[in-house]
């Protein structure tokens, strides 16, 4: 797999990062952070726009990126026993990486990584350590894993960052992301579709049966691409396809740029033109060197096809009995590239003869060579070069502007280059960053950078510049919420108890769970705002018969939606208190400044918000309305935020993962729980055999069997059974088996009589329909469900309704029990409220339909289905949907908190509090506030004097070296500049 590799020399060294502008300035100096250039705006960067990036002198290092958000992976250690699998960020590195050079870490190669201190942390490895990585990817709703083990070749520092990331070579990066897109990777072993090379045009050419019209010649695709057109003669046809096709008819060229014309423009333009003309793609001639044997010649290559016929028009005898212009017809479909290897030679070598193969070679992109074998179905002379199917020419062209080879043994093109959406740039100085942030923005990218505290860092270069600072920081800490606020590092998963506890502190004022990044990434626009991209979609529908998501490719946002972060909040919020706004509820979102400046939206507004994901390959996308509630104050330096409910950011979360919600029409997986037993009941008639046995638990999931005395039945299947039959359960050691196992134990059981089973659990049955005497009660439920046959054999003293157990019974149809005699009001149909009691995420209602009442009974007899169900939520959290009649999987955890104390001085506390919990990378202000603080008290214990002087009068000092115009009016203008700005 061919890379794309821009970088360049890394630049000075790096230091600890120190986000405070009034710290010393050769920290600054040494810290890598603030010569980090992010970009903001998404596009297709093409390798020779990075390649001219990192050419440019004040570039330090360059490195492509395919996605703005890292991908995720699944990491754990190798060779250990009980080790966890820990979720971790996937970014790539090359050599010549400063972030990993001068943070103790090394260049990685081959099948290495290098892990940041928090990764290497919430794994517990050491340099020189195995890992092993799963990626992971959707393919029509199933998930497919692929897995490789890496060396971990280093642990960075914790300067480097508090993320928990992974560093690979490039190489293994965009391994990663062609698996995660569909595709396969041969040299990983991991499967999937190839990368097949798409053919693009320089143009088109049309041959019109009467004159079209002015309105069809300025734009023939109707899509509002700029096309310059020119009328062809014979001579001009001959020129551009090297042979003279038809005699009649008005013929015209259009081209756009080289090789933007897709075959999606193709069809688009066809449709719109119907049967007024025939559309033929153009490549303009390529030059190229043919080759037979040892001898070869510099030749054209021109590519025709003859279109599929749509004008009606008579053939006269003479015309019918002309031979075809070239003897193949249209292009195989997408995929058949080996239909395309033929062509029309001129007599360019001595007895040259239909069906040789010739070889042609091309100076591809990059400087390489690529060869590509073709059949000779036609020597024809006055040939002016070699005439090739358009669709092998438009291959041809791409193999010129991107990086494709061919695969000879299959006959195909394979695209290996990667579309690189962004990139890490470090400038090489600091003052180096402004010239790289205004040539980017020059280039029309938006980029976030720390160019703002750089300048601030040099203006605050004298003694009293930094102590106004402070006092103006330490106002404004003291005064806001920042100094109250806490939020999580990465690395770790919070339970929704977890949160439920710290809701109970009294130092807490308010605690919210966040999500992933890229969960929280979404597109928003005005509704009264048309979206283009819908008029581009439904001319490719129309034309293709296919549904594209996003036109035209590689435009993003589309057009008309903008990029905003997601941030769920709920009644309490701190961050409304500033602004008088209520907390969004329902349909209702609040807009941070950045955001509504952008959209240019005002409360009362109508918003959609579009929600992507990738499944098999595709992009998908849901869409819900928002009213705009409210919109905060701007504030400098603000991002592009939409406040909103809770419930809601869930939903997003659950579709980012490929679930469904029904209440908002977002289709996918159902989140279904799934049943889990820990074990199997067999009944015999004698004495089974220890080798029969020990065939049941090999490879089966359970690992040992031991038979259930006659006295002790009743305490685990819920009933005595007869004394002819022996009882015999099959367990397993560590974790649940599922319904394969059953299977696998059914089929190597033969006629035994096999009942999944799950260990008594405790429930509360109550009856609210009506009042019984003795209701509610504490009792056990037992599973049992097998075939009415082997209860008859077996003599058993009932025989339950619900027949065997079934994998995709519908959770409904399993609310059955057979009751004891709870009372003398217990009759059949009657409805209880089962309550399981013991569960993880704590107890879990669900009603359950009395179909037999039996006084021999222990307890709750019920189907093995459903104690498999109440077995799950002892690992799981599971919730009960009443309106679907289904148990559903509630989330396991959270990525992450975002929590507020109620003063100032409970931060450090809590933060103690949380350190002992085990959790790192916590972010608080409270620090700074300290270090701002006791800066104050140094200044003012130092010279007392001096320092009430300078804020009484207010000297100039501070406005001469810090101010861009002139000083401010009056003696403590200065003063009061900084401290009210």
């Known amino acids: 797999m061919a890379a794309t590799l821009i970088l360049s020399v890394a630049g000075p060294a790096v230091g600890a990062a120190d986000h405070d502008p009034v710290g010393r300035w050769p920290r600054i100096r040494r810290d890598l952070a603030y010569r980090s250039i ?36 699944s990491v754990r ?45 919430a794994l517990g490895v050491k340099a020189g350590d195995r890992i092993l990585v799963r990626v992971v990817r959707y393919e029509g709703g199933v998930a497919q894993r692929a897995l490789v083990r890496l060396e ?89 396809i090297g042979l003279i096709p038809w005699q009649r008819g008005i013929t015209y060229q259009f081209q756009s740029g080289p090789g933007r014309v897709f075959p999606i423009t193709l069809g688009s333009t066809a449709k719109r033109i119907g049967r007024r003309g025939r559309v033929v793609p153009w490549v303009r001639p390529l030059t190229a060197t043919l080759c037979r044997f040892d001898l070869c010649r510099t030749t054209l290559v021109y590519g025709f096809s003859p279109p599929r016929s749509r004008l009606r028009t008579t053939r006269s005898r003479r015309s019918a009995s002309r031979r075809p212009a070239v003897p193949w017809g249209p292009g195989p479909p997408g995929g058949n590239h080996r239909g395309l290897l033929q062509a029309l030679a001129p007599p360019m070598f001595e007895g040259l003869k239909p069906g040789e193969t010739l070889f042609l070679k091309l100076r591809a992109s990059g400087g390489r060579e690529l060869i590509v074998p073709v059949r000779v179905v036609g020597v024809r002379r006055r040939l ?97 919420r920042a100094a109250l606020r806490i939020t999580s590092g990465p690395g770790h998963g919070y339970s929704p108890e977890w949160f439920t506890r710290m809701r109970r502190r009294p130092e807490v004022a308010f605690v919210i769970p966040r999500f992933r990044r890229i969960v929280t990434r979404a597109l928003v626009r005005l509704k009264t705002t048309p979206d283009p991209a819908r008029v581009v979609r439904k001319i490719v529908t129309r034309a293709t018969g296919k549904f594209f998501k996003f036109a035209p490719k590689g435009l993003w946002p589309p057009t008309g939606w903008s990029p905003v972060r997601l941030v769920p909040t709920a009644p309490g919020d701190p961050e409304f208190s500033s602004s008088s706004l209520p907390a969004p509820s329902g349909r209702r979102a609040v807009m941070s400044g950045a955001a509504a400046k952008t959209l240019g939206a005002r409360t009362g507004d109508r918003l959609i918000l579009r929600v992507s994901r990738r499944a098999g390959g595709q992009s998908q996308f849901g869409e819900v309305g928002l009213m705009v509630a409210g919109v905060l104050p701007p504030r400098p330096g603000g991002r592009p935020l939409i406040y909103i409910p809770f419930r809601l950011a869930e939903a997003v979360a659950d579709y980012k993962d490929g679930f469904e919600v029904a209440r908002l029409g977002w289709p996918g997986r159902a989140r279904a729980a799934f049943p889990r037993f820990d074990g199997f009941a067999l009944w015999f008639d004698q004495p089974p055999e220890p080798a029969r046995m020990e065939a049941l638990t090999t490879g089966t999931g359970v690992t040992r069997w031991r038979a259930v005395a006659p006295d002790r039945r009743a305490d685990v299947i819920g009933f005595a059974a007869s004394s002819e039959a022996l009882v015999y359960l099959l367990l397993a050691r560590r974790r649940p088996v599922d319904f394969d196992s059953y299977q696998l134990v059914r089929r190597r059981a033969g006629d035994m009589m096999i009942v999944p089973w799950v260990r008594p659990i405790t429930v509360l049955v109550t009856a609210p329909a009506w009042p019984l005497p003795s209701l509610p009660r504490v009792t056990r439920a037992f599973g049992l469900s097998a075939a009415r046959y082997f209860f008859k054999v077996h003599g058993l003293p009932f025989v339950p309704p619900w027949g065997p157990p079934r ?50 009974l222990k307890g709750l007899i019920v189907p093995s289905a459903l104690m498999g169900l109440w077995r799950i939520a002892r690992l799981r959290p599971v919730r009960f949907d009443p309106r679907g009649r289904r148990f559903l999987l509630a989330r396991r955890a959270y990525a992450g908190f975002r929590l507020y104390a109620r003063d100032p001085g409970d931060v450090p506390r809590l933060r103690r509090l949380l350190v002992r919990q085990g959790l790192t990378g916590l972010r608080s202000r409270a620090a700074r506030l300290v270090r701002l603080r006791a800066a104050l008290g140094r200044a003012v214990s130092h010279s ?11 000297q100039g000092a501070m406005g001469d070296e810090n101010r861009s115009g002139p000083a401010p009016a009056g003696p403590n203008g200065g003063f009061w500049s900084v401290i009210l700005d």
């Open 38 to 73: 992010v970009p903001l705006t998404v596009r297709r960067f093409t390798p020779g726009w990075l390649g001219r990036l990192a050419r440019r002198p004040e570039a330090a290092f360059v490195l492509p990126l395919t996605r703005g958000v890292a991908p995720e992976v």
């Open 77 to 121: 250690p190798v060779g250990r026993a009980g080790g966890s699998r820990v979720v971790l960020e996937l970014w790539p590195t090359a050599p010549g990486d400063p972030l990993l050079l001068e943070n103790g870490g090394r260049i990685p190669l081959g099948r290495q990584g290098v892990l940041s201190a928090a990764a290497a942390s």
């Open 152 to 240: 971990v070749a280093a642990v960075l520092r914790a300067q480097a960052g508090r993320q928990a990331r992974l560093y690979v070579p490039l190489d293994l990066y965009l391994a990663a992301d062609e698996y995660r897109d569909g595709f396969g990777v041969p040299a990983l072993g991991w499967p999937g579709r190839q990368t097949l090379a798409e053919p693009r045009y320089d143009g088109l050419i049309v041959r019109f049966g009467r004159w079209p019209g002015r309105k069809l010649l300025r734009d023939p695709s109707g899509a509002g691409e700029r096309w310059t057109r020119r009328r062809l003669r014979r001579r001009g046809l001959a020129e551009a």
């Open 384 to 480: 002016p070069g070699l005439i090739v199917p358009v669709e092998l020419a438009g291959l041809l062209r791409t193999a010129s502007l991107a990086t494709v080879r061919f695969d000879l043994g299959r006959r195909l093109f394979l695209q290996t280059e990667h579309v690189f959406t962004a990139f890490r740039l470090y400038a090489r100085t600091l003052d180096d960053v402004e010239p790289l942030v205004k040539y980017l923005q020059s280039q029309g990218i938006r980029v976030r950078s720390r160019l703002t505290s750089i300048r601030r860092a040099r203006a605050l270069q004298s003694p009293l510049a930094r102590l106004m600072w402070r006092l103006r920081a330490v106002l404004r800490l003291e005064a806001g």
């Open 807 to 856: 994998e995709n019974a519908r959770h409904s149809s399993l609310l059955r029990a057979l009751a004891p005699a709870f009372g003398p009001g217990l009759t059949v149909n009657d409805r209880l409220e089962v309550t399981v009691l013991g569960l993880a995420g704590g107890p879990l209602t669900c009603p359950v339909k009395v179909v037999g009442v039996r006084s021999e």
């Open 944 to 954: 007392p004097y001096r320092f009430f002087w300078q804020v009484t009068i207010g």
